[in-house]
T-cell receptor
Framework: AQSVTQPDIHITVSEGASLELRCNYS??????LFWYVQSPGQGLQLLLKYFSGDTLVQGIKGFEAEFKRSQSSFNLRKPSVHWSDAAEYFC??????????FGKGTRLSVIA | DGGITQSPKYLFRKEGQNVTLSCEQN?????MYWYRQDPGQGLRLIYY???????QKGDIAEGYSVSREKKESFPLTVTSAQKNPTAFYLCASNAGGPRSNQPQHFGDGTRLSIL
């Protein structure tokens, strides 16, 4: 069965520091890949998506993600974190055979 | 502005009672979805619908029911058969359906609690 793994349950970074959130998936072919962000008590907002082409994709709020086929990964990065980035982040994968599958999320805390 | 409206934001259920969560979208999307979110569990798919008058079970459909009589609306009923209904419920929609490259758009959720 397809699966999405976000290895880090909770990450704490200092404001202004760089950030990388990890996402690994298990599929044979290249799936459609998404990153979403959720603020407490809110719905999910799309940060970015990858379907094909350039493996480095840019999203909103200064986020980017890189697709690495050899590692089955789609890690999310931001060069300088702001306090407003504190939220929960979800990686999601659509293999084309089943509906969208979400990872369990990574909660990001930002300290001064 | 187009979007997805979920109501109510908070809902309380008594033991043995059915409750219905509302989801309305004005994005003209064909496909709609219901997810359940529990702490540390991510989102799990309850039901989805690709077109009016058609819907399919997701991973955790037991104890839930849905209808899709209008394109804009996809209400979810949490029945008394659902023994652990306390959770945050999210409704979503997209243009391309459940196996496409069209991202899903989400409502702001309904938090359901047991009295």
């Amino acid at each position: 069965a397809q699966s999405v793994t976000q290895p880090d349950i909770h990450i704490t970074v200092s404001e202004g520091a760089s950030l990388e959130l990890r996402c690994n998936y298990s599929y044979g072919a290249t799936p459609y890949l998404f990153w979403y962000v959720q603020s407490p008590g809110q719905g999910l907002q799309l940060l970015l998506k990858y379907f094909s082409g350039d493996t480095l994709v840019q999203g909103i709020k200064g986020f980017e993600a890189e697709f690495k086929r050899s590692q089955s990964s789609f890690n999310l990065r931001k060069p300088s974190v702001h306090w407003s980035d504190a939220a929960e982040y979800f990686c999601a994968v659509d293999s084309g055979n089943t509906p969208l599958v979400f990872g369990k999320g990574t909660r990001l805390s930002v300290i001064a | 502005d187009g979007g997805i409206t979920q109501s109510p934001k908070y809902l309380f259920r008594k033991e043995g009672q059915n409750v219905t969560l509302s989801c309305e979208q004005n994005l003209n999307h064909d496909a709609m979805y219901w997810y359940r979110q529990d702490p540390g569990q991510g989102l799990r798919l309850i039901y989805y619908s690709q077109i009016v008058n058609d819907f399919q079970k997701g991973d955790i459909a037991e104890g839930y029911s849905v209808s899709r009589e209008k394109k804009e609306s996809f209400p979810l009923t949490v029945t008394s058969a659902q023994k652990n209904p306390t959770a945050f419920y999210l409704c979503a929609s997209n243009a391309g359906g459940p196996r496409s490259n069209q991202p899903q758009h989400f409502g702001d959720g309904t938090r359901l609690s047991i009295l």
